[in-house]
């Protein structure tokens, strides 16, 4: 085993619509961070909708699912992705997945704990939206990605989700990613509209990550089935990876964050919704 190069890094990437490309960053900084020597795991948080591995252009045989009911073990499970990226398949068409219950959710925080120290970082991606199991990815985890595009849908969403996510899961800071941006001043125009309207309402505080430009070879590497950053690595879109990459892995987590895991995970089920903050007077719904 590897000796661990500093404190294990659990990033949730979520949005607050589909279709933005959640799937596709994730698996893409996943790739760089393997590719700079870190041990990274990604958990395919999109329960019952799962799309890492279409992404990675693998059929496991195992999900999620199955190591909630024992029919199959952690080493069964975990799939192995481009440049030893390891995955946690979540299950595609698994309804029974798409709302964990309390139980569920603590055998997958104690399995989860037992590979602390095998990973330097964690990446989950979520699904889209508010729902149970993504106020627990997203809670759980140490910092959130929010990743929002130029469509005003997915701005309202994304404020959305910034509400909801600091409210009742108790997430203060977000790194914003835009992608799909025709120019950088338009993505950092998105970034202070969400800045100012949740500067206005709410408590969490956000930071941007950067933006990733239109760029028609993310959809051919989509079709096939590999992250981008290794079919076309000189692409516009690539090389913008590579910098929000290396900017969110050389900064330093967001304060209050070191508590492992188990201790996040714990915390987030003990504290519950009950013990969110009120919805400040006038915000917006």
Not at 132 to 150: D, K, R, S
Not at 184 to 198: F, G, H, M, P, S
Not at 235 to 262: F, I, M, T, W
């Amino acid at each position: 085993m590897k000796e661990r190069r500093g404190a294990l890094r659990v990033i949730a990437v979520t949005s607050g619509k589909g279709g933005v490309g959640k799937t596709n960053v994730t698996a893409n900084l996943a790739t760089l961070a393997a590719q700079s020597g870190q041990r990274v795991l990604i958990v395919d948080g999109d329960l019952g909708l799962a799309n890492v591995e279409i992404m990675f252009g693998l059929a496991p045989r195992f999900h999620l699912g199955h190591l909630l009911d024992g029919s199959a073990d952690l080493n069964q499970v975990l799939a192995k992705g481009p440049e030893g990226v390891r995955v946690l398949p979540g299950g595609s068409g698994v309804r029974s997945l798409t709302a964990l219950d309390d139980a569920q959710k603590m055998r997958l925080m104690a399995t989860l704990d037992t590979m602390e120290d095998d990973f330097d970082l964690i990446l989950i991606d979520t699904g889209a939206g508010i729902g149970e199991n993504v106020l627990f990815f997203v809670g759980g985890a140490q910092e959130a990605l929010l990743v929002v595009t130029p469509e005003p849908t997915s701005l309202t969403d994304a404020y959305a989700a910034i509400k909801v996510l600091s409210l009742e899961a108790g997430v203060e800071h977000f790194h914003v990613l835009v992608n799909q941006a025709p120019t950088e001043q338009v993505a950092r125009d998105i970034y202070e509209k969400l800045c100012n309207v949740t500067r206005r309402f709410l408590k969490a505080r956000l930071k941007m990550l950067g933006f990733l430009p239109r760029d028609e070879n993310i959809h051919r590497a989509v079709l096939m089935q590999k992250p981008v950053v290794l079919a076309f690595p000189h692409s516009p879109v690539s090389r913008a990876l590579k910098v929000a990459g290396d900017k969110l892995l050389q900064e330093e987590p967001p304060p209050g964050n070191a508590g492992g895991l188990k201790f996040l995970w714990h915390r987030m089920l003990r504290e519950g919704p009950e013990a969110s903050a009120p919805v400040a007077p006038g915000t917006p719904t």
